[in-house]
């Protein structure tokens, strides 16, 4: 898959992940300098790696998923990025995020390597999106061409909204 950073192209390293992959397990680490894995999520699931959430696009991600996730029920919704913990905690603080839950990639790289996100060059997560139903069956992707866009919403939502009915 052809990626771009800047209009520049940079190298993912690991595993594309497509519609109807079984969603590959992952340990990445919560507010609370604890790991999550996969396994220890239920339901409909929203995941979404991004590079930073300290950069314009990304936050303006996190705080629009923020927004409607809590208008869908059943859905939960992760922004997975290399950012450590403590940055996340701040960043979640300073902008209310209450329905978006924030993990950390930083210490094992298993997102990144597990759903083919992981920027070679920058040792960044590219912008993506998943949405995974209740078996852990992947129903949606969508890997940006260029790092810095913003992903599509509406077919993000469409497809978890789908999975509900």
């Known amino acids: 898959m052809k990626v771009k950073f800047q209009k520049k192209p940079v190298t993912l390293w690991g595993n594309e992940v497509k519609v109807g992959d ?8 919560d507010n609370n300098m604890q790991p999550v894995s996969l396994k220890d999520t239920k339901g409909v699931r929203i995941i979404l790696t991004v590079p930073s ?14 927004e409607v996730a809590s208008s869908i029920p059943n859905v939960s919704v992760y922004t997975i990025s290399m950012d450590l913990p403590f940055a996340q905690i701040r960043w979640c603080a300073a902008h209310g995020i209450k329905n978006v839950k924030t993990l950390s ?3 094992d790289r298993l997102v990144g390597k597990n759903y083919g996100t992981y920027i070679e060059e920058l040792g960044l997560l590219t912008r ?21 866009d913003q992903p599509n919403y509406d077919a993000i939502l469409e497809a978890a909204k789908k999975i509900l009915n």
């Open 22 to 29: 079984t969603a590959p397990d992952f340990i990445a680490i």
């Open 53 to 66: 959430l300290d950069t314009p696009v990304c936050d303006l991600e996190a705080r629009t998923f923020n």
């Open 105 to 107: 990639d930083f210490k």
């Open 128 to 148: 993506a999106a998943f949405v995974i139903d209740e078996n852990n069956k992947v129903t949606y992707v969508e890997y940006l061409e260029e790092v810095t």
